[in-house]
Nanobody, 120 residues
Framework: QVQLVESGGGLVQPGGSLRLSCAAS????????MGWYRQAPGKQRELVAA???????RYADSVKGRFTISRDNAKNTVYLQMNSLRPEDTAVYYC??????????????WGQGTQVTVSS
């Protein structure tokens, strides 16, 4: 079982910055990718950013140029540096671990979510 611990959320003013962290632990042989999703009230959960074990990253169009995802494979930890935050970034952010398409059972694991609120 994979366990995810998220931290770094909070209240920030527009234009401010936050850094989210997510550490994975448990019986892990290999992590294919880690990423961040977010869900605002009344909205679908959406991908914010993801990064593979080899460091290939992708971002939602709405956060390109503002957010940066990074990963420390040795620590099984993923980070999301969020700059130039906007009110529309307000959401619960969820960490995700993908063990890879070759995993038959329990491929994906989710963190409990951390609230990010951007407001003046």
């Amino acid at each position: 079982q994979v366990q995810l611990v998220e931290s770094g959320g909070g209240l920030v003013q527009p234009g401010g910055s936050l850094r989210l962290s997510c550490a994975a632990s448990g019986s892990i042989s290999s992590i294919y990718a880690m990423g961040w999703y977010r869900q605002a009230p009344g909205k679908q959960r959406e991908l914010v950013a993801a990064i593979t074990k080899l460091g290939v990253a992708r971002y939602a169009d709405s956060v390109k140029g503002r957010f940066t995802i990074s990963r420390d494979n040795a620590k099984n930890t993923v980070y999301l540096q969020m700059n130039s935050l906007r009110p529309e970034d307000t959401a619960v952010y969820y960490c995700n671990v993908d063990l890879g398409p070759w995993v038959v059972v329990n491929r994906n694991f989710w963190g409990q979510g951390t609230q990010v609120t951007v407001s003046s």
